[in-house]
């Protein structure tokens, strides 16, 4: 029977906790701080309500202006974590209320078609959300805002 020393094991696990902030994309896979970007692209300069929280906590209510973006930095909890974002989005649309719930980041499931690394950004755009594809440099629609428009 093979034991592994105790010692070994936890040098191995000091070891990755030290270089995983300075390691870069490596096959799909990133381990590091990312940085998530919710960015107003929408039309006649309105403003975009977003309140984005994870299980640690509230990331607060920011009121975006157009062109603008409401970003934050965190780090991916790689060990026995799960990472998860998300956000209530809401726009005034021809005077009437357009509202969702997405989930913008999520460690476990895919909540986009293409992963992202460092980057992580959404455009919100009267029609849904964008998504960057950072290999691509490209922007892919993503997410249509939800048909019962309301926050669920």
């Known amino acids: 029977m093979c034991r592994i020393k105790k010692s070994s094991f936890f040098a191995t696990l000091l070891a990755i906790a030290i270089l995983t902030p300075t390691c870069k994309t490596a096959r799909g896979f990133y381990l590091g701080q990312r940085n998530l970007h919710i960015v107003n692209w929408l039309e006649n300069g309105e403003k975009l309500m977003a309140r984005c929280w994870s299980k640690d ?57 293409r992963s992202c690394y460092q980057n992580c950004m959404w455009g919100v755009g009267v029609y849904g959300l964008y998504a960057f594809d950072e290999k691509d440099k490209k922007w892919d629609y993503e997410i249509p805002w939800p048909s019962k428009n309301r926050f669920e």
């Open 57 to 113: 906590g509230s990331l607060g209510t920011r009121i975006v202006r157009n062109k603008e973006e409401f970003k934050w930095k965190f780090d991916e909890k790689i060990f026995f974590g799960h990472t998860k974002f998300e956000c209530d989005l809401e726009f005034n649309d021809q005077g009437q209320p357009r509202r969702g719930r997405f989930v913008v980041y999520d460690s476990k499931q895919m909540v986009r078609r």
